[in-house]
């Protein structure tokens, strides 16, 4: 345990003392070292700190999410340096080898085309890093309202024109703003939606993150009600607990909780939305993902109850689902809604012109609207935010969506 940390230390001061070579290069000004280096010891100690006494029990703390954010951003901003660093330097030193090599002269190695480099290196980590910044200040409650409308061939007339709003990934235990959060609610109800939707994530691992937060969401209302699933946070998997009955106890009183807010939880079960006769099934199933995640998501069970002609909308939290068991399912979904991938919380998104995130390197399906002949997906960008406090470009969602009834060609 010893040896490791004295190696993580070790290798962080190389680090440090290989990016500082671009600001040294930059200004001899010895105050701008000075605080540069107030700045980075500041950071890494906050991080390294909190990271030491982490206590997996008690999960991240404010204060644990805003030192990773810190040190995300310092990391962010140093790979840009040492990036050009490196490449200049695995050109200008075998020069400098050759020269000596033939020459034994070694002026001209390095200043004007050096500086140069750290101005360019350090003008291009500063927009990262700057983002992150004010991402943490200002996206994490950026909330937004995106507007689908999406059409069927067999939607019942009854259905035509109705709108569901969808929010995912609440993650209460990270929040620590309570008038921002009631706005974001307000904004949900202020859409009027027919039907509100919560794809799963409503904590970070216990029921009492939630409690703060509890009046706040009971204030969500619609008049076909408001309905909710699990996702992978909601087990209380990623914590120690002092029990397996104090673990079974989190989850009961997350159950509890939902259905003292007025969501109604499915569990792997549907339920018929009736209107003028005729209905729509909405079904739920418990978290279902590729890889590590959970699978306690069972699609036979929860369409147990619904008719393979019915038209369906399937809450299921992980978008992975999806393609891995939703799309092949005997029963055509008609809407399938998920969250799960925040949209890595950082990216470009401006609507029909660039959607880019990391979260494309781990998720085929990441963020708004996909379809499969007449089976479409909408993946959530979520509420709320985990780990990294924050949001750049990838703002925090509610998706508003509007089901139409094809007209019948004449």
Known sequence: MVFRWILVIAITALIQVYAFQAVKTFTSNRIVHILYWIVVVFILALFYIQSFYYVSSRGFSHFMSYSLGLFFSLFLFQSFLILFLFLEDSIRLPQALYRYMTTQQTEGMLPERRKFISQIALGLAAIPFTALLIGMVRGKYNYKVLKYALTFDDLPDAFDGLTLAQISDIHSGSFDNPEKVAYGVDLVNQQNPDLILFTGDIVNNKTTELYPYQSIFS?????????????NHDYGDYVDWESEAAKRQNMEDLK??????????????????????????????????????????????????????????????????WEAQV????????????????????????????????????????????????????????????????????WPEISLITLKKKPVAI
């Open 327 to 394: 799309l092949s399912h005997p029963f055509p979904f008609h809407l399938t809604l998920s969250g799960h991938t925040h949209g890595m919380q950082f990216g470009i998104d401006i609507p029909g012109v660039i959607k880019w995130s990391p979260a494309k390197w781990r998720y085929k399906q990441w963020a708004g609207i996909y379809n499969q002949g007449q089976q479409y997906l909408n993946v959530n960008r979520g509420f709320g935010y985990l780990a990294y406090p924050g949001r750049v470009g990838i």
């Open 219 to 231: 204030k969500l209302s619609a008049p076909m009600g408001v309905y909710s699933i699990l996702g």
């Open 256 to 321: 509890r909780v939902q259905k003292e807010m007025g969501f109604h939880l499915l569990l792997n079960e549907s339920v018929s939305l009736e209107k003028e006769g005729e209905k729509i099934s909405l079904v739920g199933v418990e978290n279902w993902g590729k890889g590590r995640f959970k699978k306690a998501g069972d699609l036979e069970k929860a369409v147990a109850d619904v008719a393979p002609e019915d038209f369906k909308i399937l809450l299921s939290h992980d978008p992975s689902h």
